[in-house]
C-alpha cells in the first residue's frame, strides 16, 4: 500500500489551467477505473470533487474535470479562481480479494 | 439535513485503546459501505478502514491491521472504530466517510486522537 505519487505543490493565475497529476502502479491506478479526486480547504473536511477518473458529482462545477492514462491519472482545473486554492488529494481503489484504497501525497495548488 | 457526526477522540497513552463513534443521518445508512479515513497533523489523508453495508467485508490499512476493528450498526446509523494497542504514529483527526461505489461522497468534521504519554 504505497502513496501514490503527487506534485508537492502547483500553482497558476486566475482564469488560467493548471494539471495535477496522480501516478501509481498497475495495481491500483492502473488497474482500476476508479480513481477520485478530492478537494480540502484548510481546517475543513475533504470534498470530492471527481470519481470514477472522470464522473463529477452533482454540484461541482465544469471546471474540474479528470482523466487517465496507463498508471497515471490528472486532474485538470480550467478558469482557475481564487476559491480553488486548495489541497488536492488523488486517491484510487486497490483491492482485488478485500477493501483496500491509497490516496496519493496531497498538492496545494496555489492561485497567485 | 444529510451528515456524519465523529466522536470519541482524546488524549490517550500509548499501548492503551480508543473507541470512535460515528453518527449518520439524512440518508439510508444500511445501503452504503462505510470507512474511516485519518489525517495526521499537517500530513495528507490515509485511508485507515472501510465496511461493507451489510458487515459482510472489511478492510484494513497494513500500518492498523491487527489493531484497529471496524463494526457498524445499522440500527443506529452508526460506525464504530475499536483502536487498541495505540502508538504515537496513530496520532489523527480521524475523518468518517459514506462510501460511493469505491469513493467518499460524504465526510464528517472529524475527531481527533492523540496519542502522547
Known amino acids: 500500500q504505497s502513496a501514490l505519487t503527487q506534485p508537492a505543490s502547483v500553482s497558476g493565475s486566475p482564469g488560467q489551467s493548471i494539471t495535477i497529476s496522480c501516478t501509481g502502479t498497475?495495481?491500483?491506478?492502473?488497474?482500476?477505473?476508479?480513481v477520485s479526486w478530492y478537494q480540502q480547504h484548510p481546517g475543513k473536511a475533504p470534498k470530492l470533487m471527481i470519481y470514477?477518473?472522470?464522473k463529477r458529482p452533482s454540484g461541482v462545477s465544469n471546471r474540474f474535470s479528470g482523466s487517465k492514462s496507463g498508471n497515471t491519472a490528472s486532474l485538470t482545473i480550467s478558469g482557475l479562481q481564487a476559491e480553488d486554492e486548495a489541497d488536492y488529494y488523488c486517491c484510487s481503489y486497490a483491492g482485488s480479494s478485500t477493501l483496500d484504497w491509497v490516496f496519493g501525497g496531497g498538492t496545494k495548488l496555489t492561485v497567485l | 439535513e444529510v451528515q456524519l457526526v465523529e466522536s470519541g477522540g482524546g488524549l490517550v497513552q500509548p499501548g492503551r485503546s480508543l473507541r470512535l463513534s460515528c453518527a449518520a443521518s439524512g440518508f439510508t445508512f444500511d445501503d452504503y459501505a462505510m470507512h474511516w479515513v485519518r489525517q495526521a497533523p499537517g500530513k495528507g489523508l490515509e485511508w485507515v478502514s472501510g465496511?461493507?453495508?451489510?458487515?459482510?467485508?472489511?478492510g484494513y490499512a497494513d500500518s492498523v491491521k491487527g489493531r484497529f476493528t471496524i463494526s457498524r450498526d445499522n440500527a443506529k446509523n452508526s460506525l464504530y472504530l475499536q483502536m487498541n494497542s495505540l502508538r504515537a504514529e496513530d496520532t489523527a483527526l480521524y475523518y468518517c466517510a459514506k462510501g460511493g461505489f469505491l469513493y467518499f461522497d460524504l465526510w464528517g468534521r472529524g475527531t481527533l486522537v492523540t496519542v502522547s504519554s
Open positions: 470514477d477518473v472522470s
Open positions: 465496511i461493507s453495508w451489510n458487515s459482510g467485508s472489511t
Open positions: 498497475s495495481s491500483d491506478v492502473g488497474g482500476y477505473n476508479y
